[in-house]
């Protein structure tokens, strides 16, 4: 079977940084004991090494600077020595796979690996920034810039996240798709890590009694405090209404919003009602339904914003959207009792759709298949 080139440049990833699966060695060996892409690679890496290229490449791997942006992701301190135990032989394991691409592109193999491609190309790819009556801006994932945007605005972003200084009280639009995330921070400092396949419309400039911004998709809100000027989120079928708080929003499932509140206070209404949320709670509306409340686990709902999807007891149909988000790929599930069926793990958005997949279907009765960029789950 042949292996896409995603797969196995994880594998040889997994293998540098010490954190490869003894199954997942074994399938490494046998690709790289025969001629084929997977031993070009693998030859080129241990060959990196010896290189002058490699000396100036691995001498720029700067793991504190990597680790600082971790810390702002998240957003909180963590457990640092025991992570960056971690994250050291990772990162240099990602140069060294970073820099032989560099010097030589794989190249490209057939069957399988065709259709792990999917159908994301460069444009549905990439993120889009867009004031009202201006041009779509694409915006790099992995360069810093700094752009001019509509109305004397001027766009700063560092890959990842995006601030800017506004010309106008125009509103703006951005627009994140599958397969990524991004942080953006708003005039008034709020901060919204959002989600992949989200749209979320603002304000250049907040003025009047309110702050108001409009989401579909997921984000997590880290909204600045202002008592006089309450922050409203508005969502397909309910508004949310802070003062200054932390809270995660979803609206993927259509006609449901859902809002897990972190820190503070929120109040969740619909047409049918109101309800005012406490930290550890969330809140759900259904086609426009009287909120209901219950208790939300912040490792299966906040998870996302680490590049993991944990999920416990979910449906397989659940699970396909997920990863439709994560990857772009298109997910078909024709038999309704493999849709029904129910799965409790993980997926790793850094790892390829491949790693998770096998899981699934060697932790249960189901298999799956490739064709022009669709994932079959049988």
């Known amino acids: 079977m042949d292996h896409s080139q995603e797969y196995i440049k994880n594998l040889i990833f997994e293998k540098l940084s010490s954190t490869i699966h003894p199954d997942d060695d074994q399938v490494l060996q046998s690709l790289i004991s025969k001629p084929g892409p997977a031993q070009e690679l693998w030859n080129e890496v241990n060959s990196f090494y010896k290189k002058e290229e490699a000396?100036?490449?691995?001498?720029?791997?700067?793991?504190?600077?990597?680790?600082?942006?971790?810390e702002e992701r998240i957003g909180k301190p963590a457990k640092k020595a025991k992570v960056l135990r971690l994250l050291l032989p990772a990162a240099i394991a990602a140069s060294v796979i970073a820099g032989v691409l560099l010097l030589r592109p794989m190249s490209s193999p057939t069957g399988q690996g065709q259709h792990l491609a999917g159908k994301s190309g460069k444009e549905e790819s990439r993120i889009i920034f867009q004031v009202e009556g201006g041009e779509p801006i694409g915006l790099s994932d992995s360069v810093?810039?700094?752009?001019?945007?509509?109305?004397?605005?001027?766009?700063?972003?560092?890959?990842?996240?995006?601030?800017?200084?506004?010309?106008?009280?125009?509103?703006?639009?951005?627009?994140?798709?599958?397969?990524?995330?991004y942080k953006i921070q708003l005039s008034d400092k709020s901060e919204l890590w959002i989600n992949s396949a989200t749209t979320v419309r603002f304000p250049m400039n907040f003025s009047g009694d309110t702050r108001e911004i409009e989401l579909n998709g997921e984000a997590y809100l880290k909204v600045s405090a202002d008592a006089a000027h309450p922050f409203i989120v508005r969502m397909p079928g309910a508004d949310i209404e802070v003062l200054g708080t932390?809270?995660?929003?979803?609206?993927?499932?259509?006609?449901?919003?859902?809002?897990?509140?972190?820190?503070?206070?929120?109040?969740?209404?619909?047409?049918?009602?109101?309800?005012?949320?406490?930290?550890?709670?969330?809140?759900?509306?259904?086609?426009?339904?009287?909120?209901?409340?219950?208790?939300?686990?912040?490792?299966?709902?906040?998870?996302?914003?680490?590049?993991?999807?944990?999920?416990?007891?979910?449906?397989?149909?659940e699970i396909g959207r997920i990863l439709e988000r994560c990857y772009g790929y298109t997910v078909v599930i024709k038999d309704k009792g493999v849709r029904q069926k129910r799965f409790t793990g993980m997926i790793d958005k850094n790892k390829s759709v491949t790693d998770f997949l096998n899981r699934l279907s060697s932790g249960m009765e189901v298999s799956y298949t490739f064709k022009d960029g669709v994932v079959e789950i049988n």
């Open 55 to 70: 000396k100036k490449f691995l001498s720029s791997v700067d793991t504190k600077a990597e680790w600082k942006l971790v």
């Open 144 to 181: 810093q810039q700094t752009i001019a945007a509509e109305g004397g605005t001027t766009l700063t972003t560092d890959g990842k996240s995006l601030r800017y200084d506004a010309g106008s009280n125009k509103w703006a639009r951005i627009a994140v798709p599958a397969g990524k995330d």
């Open 246 to 317: 932390q809270f995660n929003l979803n609206s993927y499932d259509s006609g449901q919003v859902k809002v897990a509140l972190v820190e503070g206070k929120v109040n969740l209404s619909s047409v049918a009602g109101k309800v005012d949320l406490k930290p550890g709670q969330q809140g759900m509306v259904t086609n426009g339904s009287s909120p209901a409340v219950s208790i939300f686990d912040k490792a299966e709902v906040l998870s996302w914003m680490d590049g993991q999807y944990n999920f416990y007891n979910a449906q397989v149909s």
